[in-house]
Nanobody, 132 residues
């Protein structure tokens, strides 16, 4: 059974930092791009950051650029999101995603056409709350 398990969320004051982790089990994701998304109350889920399979290319939403850093440790099958200079508007549930169609370049992310072997896995989410 494939699982993505996020951890590291919590309550932090504005200006503080948190490091989220996404540990995968059940299969290896070392050859696919991974992403972080978030969903605030009453809002749709939105893209936060993505990283290609090697860690050589990353892409960020404008709202987090310069404050968040995505990284991965393929031998550990784990993806991280270091969040610095947190703002109240960063409050949301953060989700890890493994989508075999996801592609990441330094300037964008997109979903490639996919076939029958496509997969799209999500974690259960971890709550991040930033107080003002």
């Amino acid at each position: 059974q494939v699982q993505l398990v996020e951890s590291g969320g919590g309550l932090v004051q504005a200006g503080g930092s948190l490091r989220l982790s996404c540990a995968a089990s059940g299969r290896t994701f070392s050859s696919v791009a991974m992403g972080w998304f978030r969903q605030a109350p009453g809002k749709e889920r939105e893209f936060v950051a993505a990283i290609d399979w090697s860690g050589g290319s990353t892409y960020y939403a404008d709202s987090v650029k310069g404050r968040f850093t995505i990284s991965r440790d393929n031998p550990k099958n784990t993806v991280y999101l270091q969040m610095n200079s947190l703002k109240p508007e960063d409050t949301a549930v953060y989700y890890c995603n493994a989508n075999s169609a996801l592609r990441v370049t330094s300037g964008s992310y997109y979903y490639a056409p996919h076939g029958r072997d496509h997969y799209d896995y999500w974690g259960q989410g971890t709550q991040v709350t930033v107080s003002s």
